[in-house]
């Protein structure tokens, strides 16, 4: 594996952007970022684990965005998780996803990727990288769901068990927090031939990665700058969710 998905992330992220603001959470992550209307907010999951030394001489306000976002590619991972939310702070500002056509907005059903796509999966071979709320009752009962987790619940596979269940899954939901934690590449590439959304507020909102096998993308927006610093102080998605704009960009048709 390498780097290459993350490369493209942050040198896609225009040079004379710069962080205005951050803050880290138990449970989330926030970086705030100058924008060319506005302010770009961008989130990603706390990951707490610092075992390994920072890669960034410490974060500041006044530092370029892209410096920042580089440290996605950190082994320590709180760290990596100012990176990815660095890199939506650009890729997921309401801004830019105004400019972008195919690009939707919450609230209504369609921005529940769970059921946005229960008709296209029912009856399919589904797996979730990551144990989302509810999916005992969203989808598992239209399907042949298998849910892979790092922090166990009853019936989940460990998420050991990807290089034996995905190769041959129709659809696979997969968490945007794979990104910090660098599994991301990887489960893309098990996952080649199925119909792959990227979800959750980690997940940016990137066209390039529909090259990387990414087939939709279901993430967040916020409507300025302080609902998303407000947002770092509210423990679990259902919480902090709301406190945004749920968005949803699918990949062209081919040809």
Not at 128 to 144: K, N, Q, W
Not at 184 to 202: M, T, Y
């Amino acid at each position: 594996m390498d780097f290459r998905l993350y490369d493209d992330l942050i040198e896609g992220i225009p040079t004379d952007l710069l962080v205005e603001d951050f803050a880290q959470g138990s449970s989330w992550t926030a970086v705030i970022s100058s924008e060319f209307e506005g302010q770009g907010a961008g989130a990603c999951m706390s990951f707490n684990e610092a075992t390994r030394p920072a890669s960034l001489g410490g974060v500041r306000r006044g530092m370029r965005l892209r410096d920042l976002a580089a440290a996605s590619r950190s082994w320590n991972f709180r760290e990596a998780s100012l990176g990815v939310a660095a890199i939506n702070a650009y890729y997921n500002a309401k801004s830019r996803l105004e400019t972008l056509a195919g690009v939707s907005f919450g609230p209504d059903s369609a921005a529940d990727p769970f059921l946005r796509y229960r008709e296209a999966f029912s009856g399919k071979k589904v797996a979730a990288i990551g144990h989302f709320v509810d999916l005992e009752t969203r989808v598992s009962p239209f399907c042949d769901l298998a849910i892979l987790e790092r922090s166990l619940r009853e019936g989940d596979y460990p998420d050991e068990a990807a290089e034996y269940l995905l190769p041959g899954r129709d659809f696979v939901f997969i968490t945007g927090c794979t990104l910090a934690n660098k599994s991301l590449p990887r489960l893309l590439e098990l996952c080649r031939g199925a119909f792959v959304v990227l979800v959750g507020p980690s997940s940016p909102c990137a066209p390039l990665l529909f090259g990387y096998g990414v087939s939709a993308l279901s993430t967040l927006a916020f409507p300025g700058a302080a609902a998303c610093l407000e947002a770092v102080g509210k423990e679990g998605c259902h919480r902090f969710v709301p406190s945004g704009i749920k968005v949803n960009f699918e990949a062209p048709p081919r040809g």
